[in-house]
């Protein structure tokens, strides 16, 4: 049997549908209160609204804010603003924090000047300074100005760095212990929090100037005597640590690659300035995944599926432009055959398999680069030697499947001439596609622009203009 507190993979889907279910009955029992001819119409339709309010409030205060966030990114504009004004308002911080950019903005929107400040005067400084950007400037300098001058030291260091560094996710909210105290004075200086930090696996080990000096673990603090120095138990070799400036990419895969929880962050001279948590790596490579798989689609960014129509337009016809482009230069590829595709009209069915499987082969290819590119894995250097690996991979499957579609091409139409035609097409568009797969991504990283952003669109155009005159021109030459 199983309680509030735990938590499935399914239950937020349970939470979102049982608010839809009392946003539905609240709409049902308004409209039937509206039809009926009632006395004291509006009293019955204030106590209805309260009373849905109040299940509505009720569950929603029960929910984690991350929950809540996922919500109100699942339901329409008019809904998700209802529920909004129904959370405490100490909690709109935590869950601006939560939802995605685009609904961020929508809430945001919504909100008086007053209502933003107390909002961001509950967050940490690290947290704060992800909500920043989205904050209106005289919001920001309200709540810089009530600020402790520690905590606009740390805001202003954290806004400092640049989007993708470890500094821009890194957390000031540590514990730090020295080298010449027992166990048992840390244990005391432990019991003295109220709760440690989240995700504290270890504790950081500095001098009078901070520098760190080692690292403590819970375990060894927990398994040794405690009448035992610091010094004696703490770990002084191959402590993986960080420096703000360094890219957020790498550190993540530190973490995957050595399973941390948490790690310092340092300066140049090795004082610890923060940390970097598990939780925060998480976010980072769930927002670097999702921008990834935008991207490839040529999004310019993360979209509200509930925005307006005009928001969702602006966002997506740049790319849309881009391929209305390379769709009329693939069509006026065609209208030069089009004398030999009314002579032999197999052509016209066979043309579209030749671009289609270029494009799947050429997908595949970046996806591949794009991957490897992300994490580190591939040099600029290393472009010729993946151009000649991607090439003989091409022209292993062109032979092969472009084999078996001339033989299907052959039984189809009793023209073996038509069959090695429609093999050599297929292996020269596999072939550019290759090359294209490994060239785009290679060459938009040498420019320092992003390698995912618009492949595919630009590989669909690449293999549909290629295949179509590659097919075309050699049927033209071979078989008429």
Not at 42 to 62: C, F, I, R, Y
Not at 216 to 243: G, H
Not at 281 to 310: N, P, Q, Y
Request: charged share 25%.
């Amino acid at each position: 049997m199983t309680t509030e507190e735990e938590l499935h993979p399914d239950d937020v889907q349970q939470h979102l549908r049982e608010v839809q279910d009392l946003l539905a009955r609240q709409k049902l029992v308004e409209s039937l209160v509206h039809r009926q001819d009632m006395p004291r119409h509006d009293l019955v339709e204030t106590l209805v609204h309260k009373q849905h309010v109040a299940g509505l409030q009720a569950k929603l205060d029960s929910l984690h804010p991350a929950d809540i966030a996922y919500i109100l990114e699942a339901l329409p504009r008019d809904e998700r603003l209802f529920v909004w004004e129904l959370v405490k308002a100490e909690r709109d911080g935590e869950i601006l924090l939560e939802v995605s950019d685009a609904v961020r903005e929508s809430l945001i929107e919504t909100m008086a000047p007053e209502e933003l400040k107390a909002a961001a005067e509950s967050l940490d400084a690290d947290e704060l300074a992800d909500l920043a950007p989205d904050l209106p400037p005289e919001v920001i300098q309200d709540v810089f100005q009530s600020l402790d001058s520690e905590g606009r030291e740390q805001l202003r260091a954290a806004m400092s760095y640049p989007e993708d560094s470890v500094g821009a996710l890194m957390d000031f909210d540590m514990v730090t212990v020295r080298e010449d105290i027992t166990l048992e004075v840390v244990l005391r200086y432990l019991r003295r929090f109220e709760e440690l930090p989240d995700h504290t696996d270890k504790l950081f080990v500095v001098d009078r100037e901070d520098h760190l000096k080692g690292i403590l673990s819970l375990e060894s603090l927990l398994i040794n005597d405690p009448e035992t120095d610091v010094a004696e138990v703490m770990r002084k070799e191959a402590i993986i640590s960080f420096e703000p400036e360094d890219d957020a990419d790498d550190a993540a895969q530190a973490f995957e690659r050595y399973d941390l929880v948490s790690a310092p962050v340092v300066d140049r001279e090795k004082r610890v300035i923060g940390r970097l948590t598990v939780a925060d790596v998480v976010d980072f490579i769930r927002e670097e995944s999702e921008a990834e798989i935008l991207s490839h689609a040529g999004l310019r960014e993360e979209e509200d599926i509930f925005a307006s129509v005009w928001d969702s337009v602006k966002n997506r016809w740049a790319w849309l432009a881009v391929n209305l482009v390379t769709a009329f230069v693939a069509s006026r590829v065609i209208g030069l055959f089009e004398g030999s595709i009314e002579k032999l009209v197999a052509l016209a069915a066979l043309m579209p398999i030749v671009a289609g499987i270029g494009g799947n082969s050429g997908n595949q290819t970046i996806t591949m680069i794009v991957r490897a590119i992300a994490m580190g894995q591939v040099e600029e250097s290393a472009m010729k030697r993946l151009l000649k690996k991607e090439i003989s991979v091409a022209l292993i499957n062109g032979v092969v499947w472009g084999g078996l579609l001339g033989v299907l091409a052959w039984w189809l139409y009793h023209s073996i001439s038509l069959g090695a035609v429609m093999t050599a097409a297929m292996t020269l568009n596999l072939l550019l596609a290759a090359t294209a797969g490994v060239v785009i991504p290679m060459l938009r990283q040498r420019l320092g622009a992003d390698p995912a952003v618009g492949s595919s669109v630009l590989i669909t155009a690449i293999t549909d203009s290629g295949g179509f005159f590659i097919f075309l021109g050699l049927a033209t030459l071979f078989l008429l």
